[in-house]
């Protein structure tokens, strides 16, 4: 599974179709599933995105919590019921569903954000304001990370 870095700005067609960023369609050349899986963010106003196989991760990962829990419930809801498999056409496009463009608040542009093991789609001009506070609240907290080999 490749990494999903930088930031791309693309904008959607007179029929809605958008191009996913040629670096991130380049990090899924590994993957069974030609596309991406996009849903909601519960965190923030924008869409995320992922690989199929890291997807797969994430239900492993909620096998591993109570089956009756109630967390589980609301995850699952929110990530599973909620997931749009998308596969690119031939040029590395996807149409994002219009109930996900009016959750991030997308009309005629998109930011593509990368995220690591994943990736979220935004309105520029929110992500441009969220950043501004992620930089100031991480000056505040000075987060160290450990890296190990």
Wanted: a neutral charge; glycine letters at 6%; one cysteine or more.
């Amino acid at each position: 599974m490749g990494l999903f870095l930088s930031s791309y700005e693309n904008r959607l067609d007179t029929k809605g179709r958008i191009s996913v960023p040629a670096a991130f369609r380049s990090s899924l050349n590994n993957e069974n599933f030609p596309g991406v899986v996009l849903y909601r963010s519960f965190t923030h106003n924008c869409i995320e995105g992922l690989s199929m196989s890291r997807m797969e991760k994430i239900a492993n990962a909620t096998d591993k919590m109570g089956m009756f829990d109630n967390d589980l419930d609301d995850l699952t809801a929110l990530v599973f019921a909620d997931a749009r498999p998308l596969t690119f056409d031939v040029t590395g496009r996807i149409i994002i569903p219009p109930e996900l463009l009016k959750h991030a608040n997308i009309t005629d542009t998109a930011l593509f954000v990368g995220r690591g093991n994943s990736f979220q789609i935004w309105n520029p001009s929110d992500f441009a304001n969220a950043q501004k506070n992620s930089l100031s609240n991480l000056r505040k907290i000075r987060p160290s990370l450990k890296i190990t080999d």
